[in-house]
């Protein structure tokens, strides 16, 4: 499942998501978006893993900020991976 | 503060990468901030460090031409770095020397490009986030790191452009949208001889030095034989390694 948007005034952000048994196995996030410190990718990505797939964005965008603390995104912000994320699940 | 200019010199992509982080290294542990010019033997492409590698290069096609490929350590997109027709500068410094708002931050670093710029009769203006464009057209792309206390910019400044070329190595699956892409990047991207026909890339790199150079205290450096050695490990550690650039 993979779903890629241009943000407005901002970059491209690509979800893919890989799911067994109705939750989230895997999520991978790709794109020209800029985050600092850059490794904190990983830690917003574990944080899908187990998800539902029936998740709301809310709850998903409650996770993403969580994961990503104090780190700092340009381009894109923890909304905007939630909806697209939300939109590669279907 | 007395900042270190290295002059022009052409590496290939992994030791480019390398000598960049080396410098952040040796800056965060107390050596001088560091403005660099830098060009890319062989041709390269160099995608942010959140791309997919498969997803943003044709690698076939990149390996037929001799173009290297390397994951930055910064984010952004994916970029050609044709060896003729481009000028890459990195600045390196505590982030004290910047100001602590990343936008501010680009303006600033690309104020410095547009300087330049300005130098060679050519009116640039810093698009945000990344961008410098002359009458809407980008000419220069830029990607910044933080870490360790110390700020990293680099970015290109086009001195000519083969779009062609430039997207032959790209990914684009359909040949339609490649057409289309070209067209556009043809309407899109200019360059310092679009602009201003006839000027060299020495000039190019003299209007360079002054733009990075007005208003600080400066001097020509050179790399120290650690920042060095400490690239070389850097490209067997990080950029040389398959792990690092297929990580995504």
């Known amino acids: 499942m993979r779903c890629e948007e241009k943000i407005t005034n901002g970059k491209l952000v690509a979800v893919e998501v890989w799911s067994s048994g109705g939750t989230v196995s895997r999520a991978r996030i790709t794109g020209d978006f800029f985050l600092h410190p850059e490794e904190a990718i990983d830690a917003v990505e574990r944080s899908l893993e187990g998800l539902p797939l029936s998740a709301g964005e809310a709850e998903i965008t409650a996770r993403i900020r969580a994961a990503l603390g104090g780190s700092e995104l340009i381009g894109a912000s923890a909304d905007d991976f939630a909806r697209i994320f939300r939109k590669a699940v279907g | ?248």
């Open chain 2, 1 to 248: 503060m007395n900042w270190r200019i290295i002059g022009y010199s052409e590496n290939d992509a992994f030791m480019n990468m390398a000598i960049d982080e080396a410098v952040g290294e040796s800056v965060a542990a107390g050596g001088p901030p560091t403005i660099r010019f830098y060009g890319w033997r062989p041709s390269a492409v160099s995608i942010g460090y959140f791309q997919g590698l498969e997803n943003e290069v044709d690698l076939a096609r990149c390996r037929e031409l001799g173009v290297d490929v390397v994951r930055r350590r910064t984010g952004g997109g994916a970029v050609y770095h044709d060896n003729a027709g481009e000028i890459t500068y990195s600045v390196t410094g505590r982030t004290g020397l910047f100001p602590t708002d990343i936008l501010a931050s680009y303006r600033l670093i690309c104020g410095w490009v547009c300087d330049s710029l300005s130098c060679l009769g050519i009116d640039a203006e810093f698009r945000p986030i990344n961008d410098i464009t002359v009458g809407g057209k980008k000419i220069s792309g830029n990607a910044q790191t933080r870490r360790n206390g110390v700020l990293l910019q680099h970015g290109t400044i086009l001195h000519s452009v083969d779009a062609g070329r430039m997207f032959s190595v790209l990914r684009v699956s359909d040949e339609k949208i490649r057409d289309k892409m070209i067209a556009n990047v043809r309407e899109r991207v200019t360059s310092i001889s679009l602009q201003k026909p006839g000027t060299s890339k020495e000039l190019a790199l003299h209007a360079l030095m002054r733009g990075f150079t007005r208003g600080k205290s400066s001097g020509p450096g050179l790399l120290t034989d650690a920042e060095r050695g400490r690239a070389v490990e850097l490209v067997t550690e990080r950029y040389g390694k398959e792990e690092w650039n297929r990580m995504r």
